[in-house]
């Protein structure tokens, strides 16, 4: 045979083996990118955690909106009431709570709440906490005369001491089939004396309506607020009290910037002379029509709350006809009321909390037993 050939048999065969073998290898590599990128799509993403959106939650306590207390919130999730979401830009903490189920304390209401784990005193504070958030859903249903159907608390200062009030509660509230709702907030005396039932709120609009526009039947609410906030789009506050000074401050784009000022240790309601037309409207035929003691909320220490604070809950309003609204509640049954609409659901982008070098430790002030409004 030719020496010629052979080589070139041989050399031919060599080049073949060579692609061969490199065909195999590029096979393989190509199997092993589907393998990896198959088990990719199969990994379980890491949830965010609340305390990594907002990282402030050593000095917070949770309640839930199943009356339960979660405590300290770090790397804490519930399905049902508090846990994260992105928008495709940023990410939330969703706070969500029903109409209707177990609540904590003597309140009417469900929450899902945040409640600061230290109490400071209004005269020597120098006390600060900031907000961004959005409303998601306020109740489907609820008497539209009463003044707290379809509404939710989305902040508070409240008092762990004595008649344990709040002389402060931020209030966003929407009726159905408006398009814009209305955020306004509250004062509610220091009730002098030891009768507390007798205590009111006055309330200041800051967009839209105060607590008092209410519909003249059960299903006929009022006019919408031209000037309101809708479901979804965002707003700011910022509570600071010092000196005794509480001040407020209210931020949304489009909407003008407001501003307010109320002193918590000198009332102004200490005479029954001294009560406003509104709670003379709205309290008064009810039987709240107590005066405050004359220092306020001095001597009390305080505390701030931030999250959903239902206001709308499922009893007759017979019983109350400002605070019992009659929304339907499906018997508790937390998924039925999500599945129609009754429920309430904020999410906060952002919060800062600072807390003066008079705050003292309150751990262990929240327990399933305690008197929580």
């Known amino acids: 045979m030719n020496k010629k050939i052979i080589v070139s048999a041989a050399m031919f065969l060599v080049v073949s083996l060579v692609i061969v073998l490199s065909g195999c290898k590029d096979a393989a590599k190509e199997t092993n990118t589907t393998t990896t990128s198959a088990k990719s799509k199969n990994e379980v993403a890491k949830p965010v955690y609340a305390s990594e959106v907002i990282p402030f939650f ?19 999730e519930s399905k049902d009431f508090f846990y994260t979401v992105n928008d495709g830009n940023n990410d939330w903490i969703v706070f969500k709570t ?15 709440e945040l409640a600061q784990t230290k109490k400071w005193y209004p005269k020597t504070a120098d006390d600060k906490l900031t907000a961004t958030l959005k409303v ?19 902040g508070q200062i409240h008092s762990a001491d004595n008649h344990e009030n709040e002389p402060l509660k931020i209030f966003y509230k929407k009726f159905p089939g408006h398009t814009k709702g209305s955020v306004f907030w509250h004062y509610e005396i220091n009730t002098a004396g030891d009768d507390n039932s007798v205590r009111w709120d006055f309330s200041s609009a800051v967009w839209g ?21 809708a479901l979804g ?53 009810i039987g709240q029509d107590g005066v405050e003691r004359k220092n306020a909320y001095a001597g009390e220490g305080c505390f701030f709350k931030l999250g959903a604070y239902n206001q709308t809950n499922g009893k007759s309003p017979e019983i109350n006809k400002n605070w019992c609204s009659g ?29 003066s070098d008079s705050a003292v430790s309150n751990q262990g002030y929240f327990t399933k037993n305690d008197k929580i409004k």
Request: charged residues 20%; hydrophobic residues 30%.
């Open 233 to 285: 789009e965002e707003f700011s506050y910022v509570i600071e009290v010092k000196d005794g000074i509480m001040s407020l401050k209210f931020i949304s784009e489009g909407h003008e910037t407001k501003t307010f000022t109320k002193n918590l240790i000198k009332s102004e309601y200490t005479t029954t002379a001294d009560i406003p037309e509104q709670t003379q409207k709205l309290f008064v035929p």
């Open 98 to 112: 029903p109409n209707g189920g177990n609540t904590h304390g003597t309140s009417n209401n469900t929450r899902t």
């Open 58 to 76: 050593d000095h917070w306590s949770l309640i839930l909106g199943d009356g339960s207390n979660a405590g300290i919130a770090n790397n804490f």
């Open 136 to 154: 998601m859903n306020v109740s489907a249903t609820g008497d539209a005369r009463v003044a707290a159907s379809h509404a939710v608390v989305v």
């Open 209 to 229: 309506n105060n607590f008092s526009f209410v519909g003249t039947e059960a299903n006929t609410p009022p006019e919408e607020p031209e000037e309101g906030i």
């Open 327 to 355: 929304a339907e509640t499906h018997g508790g049954d937390i998924q039925k009321q999500y599945k129609d609409g009754n429920y309430a659901e904020v999410w906060f982008k952002t919060a800062t909390i600072t807390v």
